[in-house]
């Protein structure tokens, strides 16, 4: 190793000998040029300047990278790998907590609240001891009527109009072996006519969403709609059990038929086992000269089949529910900040539009607009990345506006933008401004195209995708240079870049023409009498 390091240091030194010589050279040329073009008394003095200003241009580009090298931290240990939660509770808690980091960023006070509120519910959940059987059906299918006979009492009022259980009814029992109790939920009817149906179907729905086990009720075959909330119930990833009821008012092979039916249609979804018949509220049976009999429920395949499935998956159902409820919860919380940066992110890329317009409407020189907007785009990304929780230097926040410039000018979108502003802005301004107008508001809208890029690239967590940058920005400049997005801007743009040049009182600009009266009185007047 020492020997190793002595052949770097030789190299090192004959490197810089090489150096030496080579800027040797430089300045006896320089002296020699400089003597045929100048007096002598001239030379030293430009060699000076000349010198001096190399060594000022070389500090200005690698000074702050050699402080930012000498400055630089050590590299930091690598995180401990992250444990796996030893099972879906211990998942659930951590989801829970994830979800109070991204609720202390949210500034909507209503939207937090509520979100807390459903947090504070879910955690209730996971600490609570019953499992959830939630009833699901149709009106009139003889969910509450079910819900009876699974107590052996009554615990609704049954036989009403459609649409009777206007909220939600909950009711406990146990059953023999389980370890915890079952709480059983009366949802209202679905598929109801009018506002009121619809919201109660909203809140049926919105209940199933918590359930550890649901019963689908039916009284026939599934209708289209019926169809339609089966797929997605069965799309909620719970366990699902489909009941046909009111089987005492057909045969058996009718009953029979229809549950082969059901189970053909179920395919994929349920098992056959999960597809249950039963009679919840059997007719009564006349009897001449007598009262008439009332038959009892016809529920025991259903009953020992929920009690089979509590018994076997109850725990895991429990905790696959509450750990779902924590990840909806979860992508909630993270859409709602999700648009609350997007927001944010899009009144700073309109700032900038602006400034970046006005940059170019000051600066005629090319070479200076170029320079303003691309310092502009810089400040832009390094803000936006702060709004995505992102620390950029000034440096890096430049190569990605560079990179984002090239990538436009490389798609044609420049030359596009230009020719396509330019037309519309032609029609309407008068010549002696279209030039400046022209510059001012492609300026906006090509920071725009590049402030859109910059959103795209932070939300999808500092990467482009799968087709890159140029996929990225295409698709925006197709999407700003639609009808109606183009029409939008124009207006905006004509409203912060063009008026205000048409109100400028350029002497280069001739004065508006007033009445035909008054030009020839002033030019009458001004005439040597």
């Excluded at 249950?276 to 000269?289: C, D, E, K, R």
């Excluded at 499935?309 to 919860?329: P, T, Y």
């Amino acid at each position: 190793m020492p020997r190793f390091r002595l052949w770097i240091w030789l190299a090192v030194a004959l490197a810089a000998v090489v150096a030496a010589s080579v800027l040797i050279q430089a300045v006896n040329n320089l002296l020699w040029q400089l003597s045929y073009l100048l007096p002598a008394w001239l030379v030293g003095p430009v060699t000076l300047l000349l010198l001096g200003g190399g060594v000022l241009l070389v500090a200005r580009f690698a000074g702050p990278w050699l402080l930012a090298w000498r400055r630089r931290p050590p590299p930091a240990a690598p995180p401990p790998p992250a444990v796996a939660p030893g099972n879906r509770q211990e998942a659930a808690e951590r989801q829970l907590q994830a979800i109070d980091q991204v609720l202390e960023r949210v500034r909507d006070d209503v939207a937090r609240v509520a979100l807390r509120q459903e947090r504070e519910r879910v955690e209730a959940e996971l600490a609570r001891g019953d499992l959830e059987l939630v009833v699901f059906g149709t009106g009139s299918t003889g969910k509450t009527s079910l819900i009876r006979a699974l107590l052996d009492e009554v615990v609704g009022e049954v036989g009403a109009a459609m649409g009777s259980t206007g909220d939600c009814r909950v009711y406990r029992l146990r059953l023999k072996g389980l370890r915890r109790g079952l709480r059983l939920v009366d949802t209202p009817g679905i598929l109801e006519a009018g506002s009121d149906g619809r919201q109660r179907e909203i809140t049926a729905r919105e209940r199933a969403a918590r359930a550890d086990l649901l019963l689908f009720v039916v009284d026939g075959d599934l209708r289209a709609a019926e169809l339609e909330v089966f797929e997605a119930l069965a799309s909620l990833g719970k366990r699902l059990l489909l009941v046909l009821n009111k089987c005492d008012l057909r045969g058996q092979e009718e009953e029979r038929r229809l549950l082969e039916l059901l189970r053909r249609r179920c395919s994929g979804r349920l098992a056959d086992e999960d597809v249950l018949p039963a009679s919840a509220a059997p007719q009564s049976v006349p009897l001449p000269g007598g009262r008439p009999h009332q038959p009892l429920p016809e529920i025991d395949a259903l009953l020992r089949r929920i009690a089979t499935v509590l018994h076997q998956d109850g725990e895991e159902l429990l905790a696959d529910n509450i750990l779902l409820q924590s990840r909806r919860l979860s992508e909630a919380s993270r859409a709602l900040l999700s648009a609350q940066r997007r927001s944010d992110g899009e009144r700073i890329v309109d700032r900038y539009m602006w400034i970046g317009a006005g940059v170019l409407v000051v600066t005629p020189l090319p070479v200076v607009d170029l320079l303003g907007t691309a310092a502009v785009n810089a400040q832009m990304v390094v803000e936006l990345g702060k709004v995505y929780g992102v620390t950029l230097t000034r440096e890096a926040g430049q190569d990605l506006a560079l990179s984002v410039g090239r990538t436009l000018a490389g798609l044609g979108v420049i030359k596009g933008g230009l020719a396509l502003i330019g037309s519309a802005l032609t029609l309407n301004l008068p010549a002696l401004i279209v030039s400046k107008a022209v510059q001012g508001v492609s300026a906006a809208w090509f920071t725009r195209i590049a402030g859109q890029s910059f959103l795209t690239y932070f939300e999808q967590g500092q990467d482009w995708g799968d087709g890159g940058m140029q996929e990225v920005v295409r698709r925006l400049y197709d999407l700003n240079r639609r009808e109606g997005a183009l029409k939008d801007f124009l207006q905006a743009a004509f409203n912060r870049v063009v008026e205000p040049l048409q109100r400028r009182k350029d002497p280069q600009l001739p004065p508006r023409p007033g009445p035909r009266g008054e030009g020839e009185a002033g030019g009458r007047g001004r005439r040597a009498p």
